[in-house]
């Protein structure tokens, strides 16, 4: 079978060297989010649960507060939080019935908190994992999602018992990549509740922003036409493999030559992905789709008036990487 896809590791160098001048501003780590006053096991199931139903957040969205996708989930779980929501006890939510539960998010993620204006989508499927979680949890773990990590003692590996092993039995996290996993435990760790003892074991977070991100760069290279063509015409797929795959190495190679962790890469590039190089591109559109920019918020910059990567990524100057769009795929791993 031919080869489709292929990293290009000396694109990846140029990128992981770039990436290596710049850092994340210190006030995304001190965000009310990952520093909000609770227990330990409340933090960890609010991160778990938020992780668990955050994927395909295209409509998810609050105009009033300019509030979109992850940003809106993070707004939206700890108003549940301070507000000693029902979501947050296992046990309820094992005896509720599936509409209560979907009620409760549709109230949460409401701009004005009629559930019918809600504008969260797949609410059943959403439902049904935050329902199999806490079942599952309540009956090997006492409803406690602190046994439940701490059990596989800080190891994402480790003969059956290892993180990435254990969390992958929920629905929710059974992606063969881990995306939502790591997701929860790159939460976890920057809130100083868990402390990996394998980070050699890390899987990259790999969602569509980030394989947005990597096409364009020409860090991975496209090597059917047929599936180029596709890709730019946003044309439906059965499966993002081995695009996917491909992403995954070509970040570890960018993380070993920025000397930034792998668990770090996505905060560069998710929010470049959702702003500065999206449906518009601030190296050919001179503007971001958003407002702020999130890479700026994220991301300590000298200014913002040009890509950071422009003229080292593909995209900037060839108008065939840049009109490159990541897979479109119907999917709960990301």
């Known amino acids: 079978m031919k080869n489709i896809v292929r990293v290009i590791e000396e694109q990846c160098d140029k990128i992981g060297g770039v990436l290596k001048q710049v850092k994340i501003r210190p006030d995304f780590m001190e965000r009310e989010f990952l520093n909000v006053k609770a227990d330990r096991e409340t933090k960890l199931r609010m991160y778990f649960m938020a992780a668990a ?13 300019n509030l979109w996708g992850w940003d809106y989930m993070e707004y939206g779980f700890l108003e549940m939080l301070k ?37 969260l989508d797949s609410l059943a499927e959403r439902t049904d994992m935050l329902i199999e979680i806490c079942k599952l949890v309540k009956e090997n773990n006492h409803s406690s999602i602190t046994e439940l990590i ?50 050699e074991n890390i899987i990259p977070i790999m969602d569509y922003h980030m394989q947005r991100v990597i096409l364009r760069m020409g860090c991975v290279e496209i090597l059917d036409e047929n599936l ?11 499966s993002d493999e081995p695009i996917r795959t491909a ?4 970040v570890k190679i960018i993380s ?10 996505n905060d ?3 929010p470049l992905g959702r702003s500065c190089c999206n449906e518009t591109t601030l190296c050919h559109d001179g ?30 100057n060839d108008k065939k990487y840049r009109d490159l769009w990541e897979p479109v795929v119907k999917t709960h791993y990301y």
């Open 53 to 65: 139903i955050c994927h395909q957040t295209y409509s998810l969205h609050n105009d009033k507060l």
């Open 83 to 119: 507000s000693a929501s029902a979501l947050f006890n296992p046990g309820y939510i094992c005896m509720s019935d599936p509409d209560e539960i979907t009620y409760y998010l549709q109230k949460t993620f409401s701009p004005d908190g009629n559930p019918k204006n809600c504008t």
């Open 150 to 199: 701490d059990g596989c003692g800080g190891r994402l590996v480790n003969n059956g018992k290892g993180l990435y092993d254990v969390l992958q039995q929920f629905k929710a996290f059974s992606d063969p990549h881990k995306k939502k996993i790591t997701f929860f435990l790159k939460l976890a760790t920057d809130a100083g509740l868990i402390r990996i003892k394998d980070p």
């Open 228 to 238: 180029r063509k596709e890709l730019t015409a946003k044309t439906i797929q059965r």
């Open 247 to 250: 992403c995954i190495v070509a």
């Open 256 to 265: 070993d030559v920025s000397g930034h962790s792998i668990i770090s890469i």
């Open 268 to 270: 560069f590039f998710w």
């Open 287 to 316: 503007s971001c789709m958003k407002n702020p920019c999130s890479f700026d918020l994220l991301v300590e910059l000298e200014n913002h008036n040009k890509c950071i990567f422009e003229g080292v990524c593909r995209g900037s």
